[in-house]
């Protein structure tokens, strides 16, 4: 049996960080959120994955090649424009023959649910979807079971709407006629593969896998903090070898430091922070609750809290991210009170003394001058000057 | 996405199609058909898989073209199925893509009768209507061309026309060159089982497919489409879902360059932190260096020579190491003699290393390769630490190398006091930086995709530089000329108006390295010096798109002494698409090979 993992999308509510990187390539404990998945699918025996890829693949590509790191063999199909899952899921029918465990490329979910799947596949050889029960289902696809059976899939229902707080989690087991239903799906704009399993649902039965487990999804800049946490709350510690962790500074627990890292002397790095690969915490510097991606320099006495740092950025000294609740805007829709700090994109210059208030949304190739405060969204590749 | 073949020859024609359809399968398969002409055309064509399509065998058939189809306007019926014919049924067409405009030009063909819901059936009666005013098969086609509007590829047959006519535009084509006849197909799987020489058909052709040959058009020019042979046993596997290694070198840069700088910062001490064998006394009276080395190790240590002469206060000469003599007026156990090879196993390095040897010089082989031959006879050695490089061109191990180069000269500076803490933190805080402003140029690959693009047909390629930018031009262009067989040279920017200007026209884009490290203002003067030729120009520079001069501005971060080596990761890419965009063997151009083990 095959594994499809779809990661083509775009991520556009994880921007800035999406334009330049997959969602699947965002750090989730110290390792993109894809090999979480990929090391979810190798721990239930299946070695052959196909990865769908598109926005941004190199980036996946360069990281996983094929696959020989996680004793997989790893296969790229790649989905030129954004069309959905359906049509991404087409994509790999030439090198997918037989059975397959589709999984949707943002979340993490335990082997225990593939193993799962796998199993009720096998007895049943029909169409097998996993569902989970949440409080506020109007985010996801709703599923309506009838005695382990789906009788109806709903997408983002309204709360009127509401007839079941079972939701699709996004991790399926198909037989072969999968392939041949989405291209008989009537769809406008996006093929979604939750479209064609509603038509699917008339003449063929789908099975319903009841699962309770982790499940960790990230859509929103602040689901990164969460999600993070969530996993690191389930780890120990890890400092990588080569980073370089000066005597005089303080790591706390949890906490991930990447590969060629450096942890000047006097920094504090408290708890819950995902540092990447060569980056640079400076002097008396102090970061709680944050993850910082790659080749990023926090300067001497920054203090940053609650929030996400792109790649390539500065954060200048005594510049503060005092982290802490607020409502942020994003894609038209308002959070109220969400604890989130702040998202610094990448290459971003921070000058010295900046204030940033919580839930700014700062962009990629931000130039900052001292003494600045941001808040709000600050677009990409702007100049801000002390006002 | 859709499917097409066709097939003209000696040859089965109605086996041969069927095949071709069911390799292309994978490009959908909710109908599919074919037109079999002879004395007149015969189409056999419904919904369903390939498999349950039956095509009789027509002995008479001399050629034909086929089709699977994947729906885009209108269900998948028989109906729809192509290949679709004209009012008279002499015409046969088949289709993949889209026409944007076929509800206007539908209306347009008011009195004829229309059996389908497909944009494809517009273009056998548009033909028809060219055709009765006297214009033959390939005529029709160019004129039809004209009218239709989408991205697609076509082919179509006509009863009393000899041959098929295919065209192109935004739709991938490819001819096959058989002994018994010639293929079509949306793609090379079509026919690789009958032979493996094809020519890639570009946008905007038109071509005639005969038994023995085609013959190609563009904009109503005679053009030729080069007959590669392809490697279908060249292992795809190995390149992780890159078309090339190459590409998916140029990609890795990024945590290569993490690779080679790890633990060879200490930023505390502002120093390189290198395992350097070598005696400090000894380093630190050397009063001269030489650097040996071949291609693109050449050029790396041209870069190094810079660094090493600004940092370390020391006469520093490269030669390529075919060159090197060892002749009077060297103070040989003064002298560091530094061997540049990615595979430690270049002879004519090696070849130099020995004489410099035998004249009493102390050797040092900067090298990829652990247990290479080179690393065995020189005294030491200082590793790049890239990761194993399969395509020819040689990418990321340029890049190490002269970042390996650039911490050894911090490392001397330091040792010699010729650098202070002060600047060896900002030398090492530009190296730091160096993955991030070479994943910064990847992340604008498609800018650079599009300018390859613009200019692969160009006569030439010119790159100037200055400065550590001088041998980034001159690699450059090495990569262009590697990897794409085009006319490509590299000159130091002040260099220009004293001969190479005379080879300077409209259709040589010249790209010029603005570097900040080495008078930009001056090297601005050779670009306006080539602008008023009227050669496109292509800047790489940190300011922006201010220059007015500029075709193109490619942003590169700034960096201090390492900019230029950014700039050099977008010219790989611009290399890697222009030969992409001639359909080159990238990674294995003609004549080359990975390392030269012979002199």
Redesign the interface.
């Known amino acids: 049996m095959k594994a499809v993992i779809l990661a083509a999308g775009e991520g556009v509510r994880l921007a800035p960080l999406t334009a330049?990187r997959p969602k699947g390539m965002l750090p989730i404990g110290g390792k993109p959120l894809l090999e979480h998945i990929i090391e979810s699918v190798t721990a239930t025996g299946i070695d052959d994955i196909v990865?769908v890829?598109g926005h941004?693949?190199?980036?996946i590509?360069?990281h996983?090649?094929?696959g020989e790191d996680w004793d997989a063999e790893?296969?790229?199909v790649?989905q030129e424009n954004p069309r959905g899952t359906g049509d991404a899921l087409l994509e790999a029918?030439?090198v997918v023959s037989g059975d397959c465990i589709v999984i949707n490329g943002d979340r993490i979910v335990e082997p225990e649910l593939i193993e799962r799947l796998i199993e009720r596949h096998r007895a049943t050889n029909q169409a097998c979807l996993a569902i989970t029960e949440v409080e506020d289902p109007t985010q996801y696809g709703t599923v309506t079971v009838e005695v382990d059976r789906v009788t109806d899939i709903k997408e983002k229902p309204a709360e009127h709407e509401i007839r079941s707080n079972l939701v699709n989690i996004g991790v399926y087991a198909f037989g072969p006629d999968i392939f041949a239903a989405i291209?008989r799906t009537d769809h406008y704009g996006e093929l979604r593969l939750t479209d064609t399993l509603r038509e699917f649902i008339d003449d063929h039965p789908i099975h319903a896998v009841r699962y309770d487990g982790m499940w960790l999804e990230l859509s929103r800049p602040w689901d990164l903090l969460s999600v993070n946490n969530g996993i690191l709350a389930r780890s120990d510690s890890v400092v990588a070898d080569?980073a370089?962790v000066s005597e005089d500074a303080t790591l706390g627990d949890p906490v991930v430091v990447g590969?060629?890292s450096?942890i000047?002397p006097g920094a504090r790095v408290f708890r819950d922070v995902v540092i990447g690969?060569?980056v640079?915490v400076g002097a008396n510097a102090v970061v709680t609750n944050a993850v910082v991606l790659?080749?990023t320099v926090i300067k001497p006495g920054a203090v940053v809290t609650d929030c996400v740092i792109g790649?390539?950025s500065e954060i200048g000294s005594l510049t503060a991210i005092e982290g802490g609740h607020s409502d942020v805007l994003l894609d038209d829709e308002l959070y109220t009170d969400v604890r989130f700090g702040g998202l610094v994109g990448?290459?971003v210059e921070m000058s010295a003394n900046v204030t940033v208030e919580p839930g700014t949304i700062v962009g990629n190739d931000v130039r900052v001058e001292s003494g600045s405060t941001l808040a709000g969204h600050v677009p990409s590749g702007t100049h801000v000057f002390r006002g | 996405m859709c499917g097409i073949t066709g097939y003209i020859g000696v040859g089965e024609s109605a086996s041969i199609l069927a095949s071709g359809l069911k390799n292309l399968?994978?490009r959908?398969y909710?109908s599919a058909g074919v037109a079999l002409v002879g004395d007149q055309v015969n189409v056999h064509k419904q919904e369903g898989t390939i498999d349950g399509l039956t095509i009789p065998n027509e002995t008479d058939a001399t050629h034909g073209i086929g089709h699977t189809r994947?729906?885009t306007h209108g269900e998948?019926t028989d109906e729809n199925a192509h290949p679709h014919t004209d009012c008279s049924g002499d015409i046969a067409v088949v289709h993949n893509g889209i026409i944007s405009n076929y509800n206007e030009l539908k209306r347009q063909l008011g009195g004829h009768i229309f059996e389908s819901e497909t944009d494809t059936e517009v273009i056998p009666h548009l033909l028809e209507e060219e055709i009765a005013a006297g214009a033959d098969l390939r005529a029709a086609v160019t004129r039809v061309l004209d009218r239709l509007e989408g991205s697609f590829a076509l082919a179509a047959t006509h009863v009393d026309y000899e041959g098929i006519v295919a065209a192109r535009q935004d739709s991938p084509l490819v001819i096959g060159h058989g002994d018994d006849g010639m293929y079509l197909g949306s793609d090379v799987t079509a026919f690789v089982e009958y032979t493996r020489k094809v020519s890639y058909l570009e946008d905007g052709d038109v071509t005639h497919l005969h038994a023995d040959d085609i013959t190609v058009f563009n904009d109503g020019e005679r053009v030729e489409r080069e007959v590669q042979t392809v490697d279908w046993d060249a292992a795809a596997?190995?390149k992780?879902?890159?078309d090339h290694y190459m590409?998916?070198e140029i990609?890795?840069q990024p945590?290569a360059l993490?690779q080679a700088?790890?633990?060879r910062?200490d930023?505390?001490a502002g120093n390189a932190s290198l395992d350097i064998a070598l005696d400090d006394r000894f380093l630190q009276a050397i009063d001269e260096i030489h650097i040996v080395a071949c291609g693109t190790s050449y050029h790396a240590g041209l870069y190094a020579k810079e660094l090493l002469e600004e940092l370390v206060d020391v006469s520093t000469r490269v030669d390529l190491a075919s060159e090197y003599e060892v002749r009077n007026g060297h103070d040989t156990r003064r002298t560091l003699v530094v061997a540049v090879t990615q595979s430690g196993e270049t002879a004519d390095t090696l070849s130099a290393i020995r004489r410099a040897k035998a004249s009493g010089m102390t050797t040092l082989a900067v090298t990829n390769t652990v247990g290479s031959t080179i690393t065995r006879e020189v005294d030491d050695t200082l590793f790049i630490k890239a990761g194993p490089e399969i395509g020819v061109a040689a990418t990321k191990t340029f890049v190490s190398q002269v970042t390996a180069l650039a911490l050894f000269a911090t490392y001397l500076g330091r040792l010699r006091e010729t650098v202070s803490a002060c600047e060896g933190v900002s030398i090492l805080e530009n190296v730091?930086?160096l993955?991030?402003?070479v994943?910064?140029i990847?992340?604008a690959?498609g800018r650079i995709r599009r300018l390859a693009k613009t200019y692969t047909d160009s006569d030439a390629f010119f790159f100037i530089g200055r400065g550590p930018a001088y041998p980034v031009a001159l690699e450059s262009a090495l990569k262009l000329k590697e990897i794409s067989y085009e006319h490509a040279e590299g000159f130091a920017a002040g260099e220009l108006k004293h001969g190479p200007l005379a080879l300077v026209t409209e259709n040589t884009p010249v790209l010029a390295f603005l570097n900040q490290s080495a008078s930009p203002e001056e090297t601005l003067n050779n670009v306006k010096e080539v602008e008023s030729r009227g050669a496109p120009v292509i800047c790489l520079s940190t300011s922006g798109g201010t220059e007015s001069f500029c075709d193109h501005t490619i942003e590169i971060?700034d960096i201090g002494r390492l900019e230029p080596l950014v700039a050099n990761v977008a010219l790989q890419l611009f290399a890697y698409h222009v030969a992409d965009q001639m359909n080159r063997p990238i990674d294995k151009p003609r004549n080359l090979a990975k390392s030269v083990t012979v002199e």
């Open positions: 330049t990865l890829v941004k693949r190199e980036r590509q360069s996983f090649q094929n790893i296969q790229y790649v029918e030439h291209r080569s370089v590969e060629h450096r000047q690969d060569n640079t790659e080749d790649a390539g990448d290459n | 399968e994978y959908g909710d994947w729906s998948p596997a190995g992780a879902g890159h590409h998916k990609h890795e945590n993490r700088i790890s633990g910062i930023e505390l730091r930086q993955p991030n402003a994943q910064s990847l992340d690959e971060p």
